[in-house]
Structures are given as structure tokens and as C-alpha cells.
């Protein structure tokens, strides 16, 4: 066996334990204090060199190398999505259960397995007396489920030479992801009594021509990627009498880019469509949705719930180091993929840092009552960040 799948193997009790720990600590976006408090205390544990927290409430340990390469961040994010109905769930959200030899609960993929295995599989290296050539960062960020606020601030303060961020890829490199937007979509009208609709002007019946001409808009597409998408997701009224009608309603857009597209050429071709739309005196407007983020250290900022798209070129040595780094440890060459979904390697991107996806998880369990990882997976994984982590930090 692979020396370091052979170190990742002696401690997979540990690493078990430690993804228990972390699916059982509920950490909705913006309440990740008590898992952040368990990661500070296993990084000191295992003896990396420096732990701290910045003030979003971002975790970042370091483990120094000996100065001759550049640096590797190791990403992944604290919050969880909310887990909704307990009762929808094989077994409890929170519970962290040993189940067919995986672990489940809220998180499990998405992606407290994948922390706890970087954390774990960084420490492997001090075990074998294996000091890299450049630092290593494990950075557990805040609020990546709602825009990627603790990576974005970690950007301004952490500047790696590369980043790998730990979402879900079912053991394949990922070198990009289309991008997310939110907009809103507004309609005002006239709110009055609903048995003399007459006196008033009805949004929804604005609202619903436009939903209903969405599929008109010019949408991009990347030969990689695939096309970007536009689904309208959330519906809301300032009401919730059902015989009063409504003043206002507000639709959420869900717009996943792709490289080159522009959110302003998008918004144009939604604010063109919508004035065509207009009827009965109603008025329009439609903008990308700001809303305030408050962390859990209490620091209140204004966000956008806007991820960046991103591709990595194939050619790119990062790539292809780690692509045969993965292959000395596992045996073969992962697979290359696009993510379907975003995350906060575009916000890593964007900021010039180079990027790659990899983890054992599997995408289709994130977001669902069927959130897992396999603990085989797991334990495997850990050999991931040490053999990333040697190969990564080497001057190229």
C-alpha cells in the first residue's frame, strides 16, 4: 500500500470521529462558532504550527514548510445548508450516524467529510517526519452557502501560490464551475380590496407574462461548461391575506453563467423584457440581490449572492501536477470534470490565485435527506491533502 494511503489508514478513527464531530455541530451560514471552535482545537491538536481566527470567523492553520516553494491553500467552508424536516430524513440531520459504512447527516458531503479529511490529512505529514517546500493553508471559511463571504475576505490576507477547495467530486479534479446569481425581479401595482379588483392594478398578471416569456432571453454557453441557465425560483407578495390584492411581488432568478457572459447585459436583456411586460399602470424593476450578512463574531457587511464562473485551461501545470500527484498516491489518474454547482473557487479566481476541485464526496448526496460520505472514501482522501500538498508546494 502507498505510504500515505497506508498513514491515512492508521488514523481512521480519528478522522471518523472528527467528521462525527463536525455533522453533529448544527452550523447554518452565519452560526458556525461551535464548529469552528472544534476545527481550532483538532489543528492544535495534531500540532500544526500556528492556528488562528480572522474576523469574519474564518479558521486558517498553517503548517510551515521549509520555505522553498510556493504556498497551498487547502479550502473548504463551515456552513451547512438547513436540513429541514427531521422526519424527511433516514436518520437525524444532526446525528452524525454510522450507517452501510457511511457516515450521515447535514453536511456529510457538503462538506464537513472533506474538512475533516484535509485537516487529518495535512497533520499525515508531520507523522512521517515530511516537511514540504512550501506552507500549507487549511482554510475553513464562513458563509460560502450564502455568496462565499469568509473566502472572499480571506483573499485580501491569504495569497497562495494555488488553492484546492474540497467540495464534492466524487474523486475527480474539478478545474471550474459555471457561475450563480441571484436576481430580483420587482413588479409594483395598486394593493385594494380583492372583491373590486377593478380599482386596482394586479402585479401577478404582469408577473406571470414575463415568467412565461423567460425562455425568450439570449443565454451563453461554453463548449466545457455547457449552457448558462435562468430558473426563476422564488415567488413572494407583500400580502398574506388571500382577499387583498396585492401592491408588490418579487421573483427570484437563479442565473448560472459561464465565462464571458455579463451580468449587466443579462440584467438589460431582463429589464427590456419586463417593460414589455408592464400592464394595467404597474411599474418594473429587476436587480441582483444585495442583502445584509451578519457573521457569527457579529460583523454585518452588505453581500451580493453573486458566485464568479471560472475555468482552469487544461493545460495548466497545476492541473497536471496534481493530476499525477493523484496518480503516485491512488494508482491511477483522476478523471477531469466541471462542477454543476458553484463554489468559492471562482471567488479564488477571481483574485488571481489558480484553482482545482478534488474530494471524495459524492455531489449527489449534498443538499439532500440522503447527505453521506462513505467512510472508505473518507479515510482514502487523506491522502489527498499530503500528496497535493508535496507536489503543490515543489518550485515548478
Known amino acids: 500500500m502507498n505510504t500515505l494511503l497506508a498513514a491515512a489508514e492508521s488514523v481512521r478513527s480519528a478522522v471518523v470521529a472528527t467528521c462525527q464531530r463536525l455533522v ?227 421573483l427570484h432568478l437563479d442565473w448560472r453563467d459561464v465565462p464571458g457572459d455579463s451580468p449587466d447585459a443579462l440584467l438589460a436583456q431582463i429589464r427590456a423584457l419586463l417593460a414589455e411586460c408592464l400592464r394595467d399602470g404597474c411599474t418594473g424593476e429587476a436587480e441582483l440581490l444585495v442583502y445584509e450578512a451578519r457573521t457569527y463574531t457579529g460583523l454585518v457587511t452588505s453581500m451580493a449572492s453573486a458566485f464568479p464562473s471560472f475555468i482552469l485551461p487544461a493545460g495548466h501545470p497545476l492541473l497536471a501536477r496534481a493530476g499525477a500527484a493523484l496518480e503516485r498516491t491512488f494508482g491511477a489518474r483522476p478523471p477531469v470534470i466541471g462542477w454543476s454547482f458553484a463554489t468559492d473557487g471562482g471567488h479564488l479566481m477571481k483574485s488571481g490565485i489558480p484553482v482545482i476541485g478534488y474530494s471524495p464526496a459524492q455531489p449527489d448526496f449534498a443538499h439532500t435527506v440522503e447527505d453521506r460520505i462513505e467512510i472508505d472514501a473518507l479515510v482514502r482522501g487523506g491522502g489527498m491533502p499530503s500528496a497535493l500538498a508535496q507536489a503543490l508546494t515543489q518550485e515548478a
Open 24 to 250: 453533529q455541530t448544527p452550523s447554518l451560514s452565519g452560526e458556525e462558532g461551535a464548529v469552528a471552535a472544534a476545527i481550532r482545537d483538532q489543528m492544535q491538536a495534531l500540532g500544526y504550527d500556528e492556528v488562528a481566527s480572522d474576523e469574519v470567523g474564518n479558521v486558517v492553520g498553517l503548517m510551515r514548510g521549509t520555505g522553498g516553494g510556493p504556498s497551498l491553500e487547502l479550502n473548504g467552508h463551515m456552513d451547512v445548508v438547513d436540513p429541514g424536516d427531521p422526519a424527511a430524513w433516514p436518520y437525524p440531520p444532526y446525528g452524525g450516524e454510522v450507517h452501510d459504512g457511511a457516515i450521515w447527516g447535514r453536511g456529510a458531503s457538503d462538506m464537513k467529510g472533506s474538512l475533516a479529511s484535509i485537516v487529518h490529512g495535512v497533520a499525515l505529514l508531520r507523522q512521517l517526519g515530511i516537511r514540504t517546500a512550501g506552507d500549507i493553508y487549511v482554510a475553513a471559511a464562513v458563509m460560502e452557502e450564502t455568496g462565499g463571504l469568509g473566502t472572499i475576505h480571506l483573499t485580501g490576507h491569504l495569497r497562495p501560490g494555488a488553492a484546492v477547495v474540497g467540495e464534492a467530486s466524487d474523486g475527480a479534479l474539478a478545474r471550474g464551475h459555471r457561475g450563480r446569481y441571484e436576481i430580483v425581479v420587482r413588479v409594483k401595482g395598486r394593493s385594494v380590496h380583492a372583491s373590486v379588483p377593478q380599482q386596482g392594478a394586479n402585479p401577478h398578471y404582469t408577473m406571470a407574462t414575463f415568467i412565461g416569456r423567460l425562455a425568450e432571453l439570449r443565454l451563453g454557453s461554453d463548449p466545457f461548461l455547457g449552457p448558462a441557465s435562468l430558473a426563476p425560483t422564488l415567488y413572494l407578495t407583500d400580502q398574506r391575506s388571500g382577499n387583498v390584492i396585492p401592491g408588490e411581488c418579487s
